[in-house]
């Protein structure tokens, strides 16, 4: 009988490739860090929230929704489906949703490659394509971003083999903000071979501004293209975690066959349907953060020219090597920001003043 007290050596009970797999890495807890500083609280622009609180009428319709947490969620997410059909004017057969349009890319991932399967993407890009890639047994196949921080869709194209199951185009990019336009998107589908599905993540597209940025449903007539959406943005309900996709009918069929039953809870279901009635409160919180994403750019661009024009909520500086110090010195002044090693950091927009405090210790950091 083995002694409890005793300590074998430990047998691997999980996949030894998933070793090599960086960890998601979420936003530093203002809290925490505030009470690290002794500030009595510290600014977090580390997680592309938006600042403005919860939309009119969500908060209402969840705490009527908790009266029955008992019970389980509607699978089927009907309403919610019947309600994102009527408002985008797509068939609610072609509409699929889950815990947040990452969990859609992860169920995409799963429908449609085995394992040696290729998913290809840009990057720097959405720092979870390698993780849902790799938790499926695909091969990620990654193609560098071009010398502006954005898609080099032509690489891309040429990257494509008979292995090729899979296509994100972030777009808007995260991190780095930067966006595909029409002309140059409608080449690459052109290019495109008909079995390899072309999933454009459009979880910033209520930021864009750039009229020459398309709307991914305008490609839904392509029968290989699926479009990506999120509630947590601009709509305010990133703690719900609820997104949408939109398919052809039988790829929106496949993905709410593998998802997880019940995973769009009835919180989110109706914190959801409470969100989708407020367009003009939304459209006019994005507008603010629109136009503190030009001021901060341009503030930002007096210490590195090279920032790129951002249509997200977010800016990015590529500092390259600087990124990680860059990141230390603003946390020690009590503002979180999200830099990745080697490349640049992201920075959330957040309110004026918060955008402020941002610039005024990104000044003695990079003077």
Known sequence: MTDPGRHEPALRLTRADLDALPNYVPGRSPADLARELGLPEAIKLASNEVPYGPLPGVVEAVTEAITASHRYPDMGVVALRDALAERYGVDADRIATGCGSVALAEHLVRATCLPGDEVLYS???????????????????????????????????????????????????????????????????????????????????????????????????????????????????????????????AVASAIRKVATPFSTSTAAQAGALAALTQVSEMERRCALVIAERDRVTEALRKFVPDVPASQANFVWLPLGDRAVAFGKSCEARGVIVRPFPGDGVRVTIGTPAENDAFLAVAETALA
């Open 123 to 249: 990057w720097r890009s959405f720092e979870a394509y390698p993780i849902i890639a790799a938790t499926s047994g695909a091969t990620s196949v990654r193609v560098p971003n071009d010398a502006g921080h954005g898609h080099d869709l032509a690489a891309m194209a040429a990257a494509v083999t008979d292995r090729t199951r899979m296509v994100l185009v972030c777009n808007p990019n995260n991190p780095t903000g930067t966006a595909v336009r029409r002309a140059e998107l409608d080449r690459f589908l052109d290019a495109m071979p008909d079995d390899v599905l072309v999933v454009i993540d459009e979880a910033y597209r209520e930021f864009v501004t750039d009229p020459e940025v398309p709307d991914g449903l305008d490609y839904l007539d392509r029968p290989n293209v699926a479009v990506l959406r999120t509630l947590s943005k601009a709509w305010g309900l990133a703690g719900l975690r609820i997104g949408w996709l939109v398919a052809q009918p």
